[in-house]
């Protein structure tokens, strides 16, 4: 999928809300969502917990339910969550978005919906599904029987359909009983939300549709959840719907639900490589204020705020060459020169910080304001915009790669912590209450004081699988092959571009697709033998331990969540190679090249030798020599 393309912020409407739903955007387009949504508020006192609740927590708290990510924010343009619908479950892949209220997926008798990743909803196929009868509260459809939603959005894409209530299950390694929920069962869908390869979305806003509201008033959940997006170039991440005990040194930022209908922080400043950009006293607080979407994939600033920070990060990189953006179309702010390596950017690229109204800091590392050229090896650029519509300072997903963000509804707060993202939402089952390890090189440089926690217990620090499990011996592993044997069933369509099958693998597996290498292909008629090789990052290199390891687990435990198309896999078998054999084998091949090309030369050096000396003999034979054996006198011409 293309890298998404820019949208500009679009005004919030002022329109209510009802339990169908009057149109309203609601949602930002599958590929690159960043829009201020206009939720409805409820009354104040809705997000407060009252008194009984609180009595239940000492008694016992709610359950949580972790997830997985998966997909890429820039290259898919989203991240996606696996649930199911009804009973039994169908499956479906659902974009997470905290600017949406509704969740929906697409339906049976959908006739104008796009082929997605996963099969349409079949309500008779499920027990208990439940339509919504039409009432006073609801738009309902042409029969008066159901009622319906409907949305549209900013680029002319839309969604509408049904809503119903059905059991929804959030996965095997959720504490979180399935729990009945309301959604909606759409019946037409138009622009990118046609093309997109999720199913559809999962709305984690306030408002009455939102899962997550749902959720809280049945007591099912605290008043919380959490995302975790992962770093730069790796993508999945978790995402926890319930209350987690704050790690030490998380960042919280007020968050007001009367200041707007969406996610805000209050952002008082920013600081470019310590020193504040000169801006108004109220920049961040005008229009909307500053609002946290994770459906949008990068940042927008107000005008007089863009220009500043744009000047500032010019002025500290001015070592590097500006080039111009991949995309003629945009005219995006780039740098050259600053190599592939990641862990090496914050000795380039300034460190940018967050300062809140509580006086907290929260510090940017450099994939949290750039992207990568895609065009250009090495290089960079800005992935922070202007808002031309307005004053709203809108946080798209880049500025919280590699972080944790709760949602403290309860508390009326949105924390930050830094930490691998992408190694939490491949924390085992058994252990899914716990973190991972902050990153030092991703950590604040100076570590804010230690916020007030529950008595829930803390996160753990410890690794969820040893290497040594894996590699005995402690093996270091310079390449993963392995075979995958495809069922692929033609009648579903034609048979997957390998191509498309190897960036898949790459995304899953959390690698450069320049890593995944086809070996082999050997195919019949409904099966497939595709024999693969994963190389490590850099030629002659091996892999670091948890890479090898999470990489192999995903293989053999059939993580790999792959779109209907491709049909079910089978893992044949894997093995691995250490960087020592391979460059044995390539002494030996080296060895044995050069043996060969000097016999090759000595041959031809033999050769030339007994042309030359041929050839010098035969000049030798058929040189003129004079007569001197015997003395003719001479004579002279008669006349005639």
Same mark, same amino acid.
């Given at each position: ?26 949602? !930002? ?38 997830? %997985? ?15 199911? @619908? ?13 600017? #949406? ?28 599904? /439940? ?5 006073? &509260? ?5 029969? =008066? ?64 549709? #939102? ?6 008033? $049945? ?18 991440? !978790? ?13 919280? #930022? ?21 020193? !504040?950009?000169?801006? %108004? ?7 909307? =204020? ?27 990189? &001015? ?41 907290? $800091?929260?510090?940017?590392?450099? +994939? ?15 992935? *922070? ?12 997903? *880049? *500025? ?14 949105? &924390?930050?912590? $830094? ?41 753990? /620090? ?14 270091? @592993? &310079? ?20 191509? +498309? ?59 790999? /969540? ?10 044949? +078998? ?18 044995? @090249?050069?043996?060969? !090309?000097?016999?090759? @030369?000595?041959? =031809? ?11 010098? $003999? ?23």
């Amino acid at each position: 999928m293309s890298v998404p393309v820019r949208f500009l912020l679009l005004l919030a409407l002022s329109l209510p809300s009802s339990l169908g739903g009057t149109l309203f955007a609601d949602l !930002a387009n599958a590929n690159h969502r960043h829009l201020i949504l206009p939720l409805s508020s409820s009354p104040s006192g809705d997000y407060l917990i009252d008194d009984d609740r609180r009595r239940r927590r000492l008694l016992g708290s709610p359950s949580s339910a972790r997830m %997985r990510l998966y997909d890429d924010l820039l290259a898919d343009g989203y991240y996606t969550t696996r649930i199911g @619908v009804g009973t039994p479950p169908q499956e479906f892949s659902l974009i997470v978005d905290t600017g #949406s209220t509704v969740t929906y997926v697409p339906c049976r008798n959908c006739e104008k919906c796009g082929k997605h990743q996963d099969p349409r909803f079949r309500p008779d196929l499920s027990s208990t599904y /439940q339509p919504v009868r039409c009432n006073a &509260g609801c738009n309902c459809d042409d029969q =008066g029987k159901q009622c319906t939603y409907q949305r549209r959005y900013a680029e002319m894409s839309s969604s509408s359909g049904v809503l119903g209530t059905d059991i929804i299950s959030f996965g095997n390694s959720s504490e979180l009983s399935p729990q009945r929920a309301m959604f909606g069962c759409e019946t037409a869908e138009s622009g990118d939300l046609y093309s997109q390869r999720a199913d559809g979305i999962m709305g984690l806003g306030r408002g009455q549709l #939102s899962i997550v509201d749902q959720l809280v008033q $049945k007591d099912a959940i605290d008043d919380s959840f959490s995302l975790c997006y992962g770093g730069m170039g790796v993508g999945g991440g !978790a995402m926890i719907l319930g209350w987690i005990s704050p790690p030490s040194g998380m960042v919280f #930022s007020p968050s007001d639900p009367r200041r707007s209908p969406y996610y805000n922080i209050k952002l008082k400043e920013i600081h470019v490589a310590g020193e !504040a950009l000169r801006l %108004r006293a109220n920049t961040f607080d005008e229009t909307h =204020g500053t609002v946290l979407d994770s459906g949008t994939t990068y940042a927008y600033l107000p005008k007089e705020a863009f220009n500043a920070f744009k000047n500032s990060i010019i002025k500290n990189v &001015g070592s590097l060459k500006r080039i111009s953006g991949p995309d003629p179309k945009f005219p995006d702010i780039c740098f050259a020169g600053a190599g592939w390596v990641l862990s090496r950017l914050p000795e380039i690229f300034p460190t940018v910080d967050m300062v809140f109204s509580n006086g907290q $800091k929260f510090s940017l590392s450099p +994939e949290n304001y750039l992207f990568r050229h895609t065009k250009v090896p090495g290089a960079y650029c800005l992935g *922070i915009f202007q808002n031309e519509n307005d004053g709203t300072t809108l946080l798209g997903g *880049i *500025i919280v790669r590699n972080t944790l963000v709760t949602y403290d509804r309860e508390n009326n707060r949105i &924390g930050f912590w $830094k930490t691998n993202c992408s190694e939490l939402g491949k924390t085992k089952k058994d252990d899914s209450s716990s973190l991972p390890p902050p990153n030092p090189s991703l950590a604040p440089r100076i570590p804010p004081p230690r916020p007030n926690t529950s008595s829930a217990t803390a996160p753990t /620090q410890s690794p969820s699988t040893s290497p040594t499990d894996i590699f005995p011996g402690g093996l270091q @592993v &310079g390449v993963i092959t392995f075979d995958m044997l495809f069922s692929v069933d033609t009648s579903y369509g034609p048979k997957p571009n390998i191509t +498309e099958l190897a960036e898949l693998i790459a995304r899953e597996l959390g690698i450069n697709v320049t890593q995944v290498r086809l070996l082999n292909v050997r195919s019949t008629e409904n099966k497939t033998d595709i024999q693969w090789a994963i190389f490590p990052a850099k030629p002659g290199n091996f892999f670091n331990d948890s890479t090898a390891v999470n990489i192999i687990l995903s293989l053999r435990d059939h993580r790999l /969540q792959l779109p209907k198309e491709f049909g079910d896999y089978q893992l044949l +078998e894997w093995k691995v190679e250490s960087p020592e054999g391979r460059r044995t084998w390539r002494w030996r091949s080296n060895l044995v @090249v050069a043996a060969t !090309a000097g016999l090759a @030369v000595l041959v =031809g050096l033999s050769i030339f030798g007994m042309w030359y000396g041929w050839r010098k $003999k035969r000049e030798a034979y058929l040189a003129y020599k004079p007569v001197v054996e015997a003395a003719l006198p001479e004579q002279e011409l008669q006349p005639v």
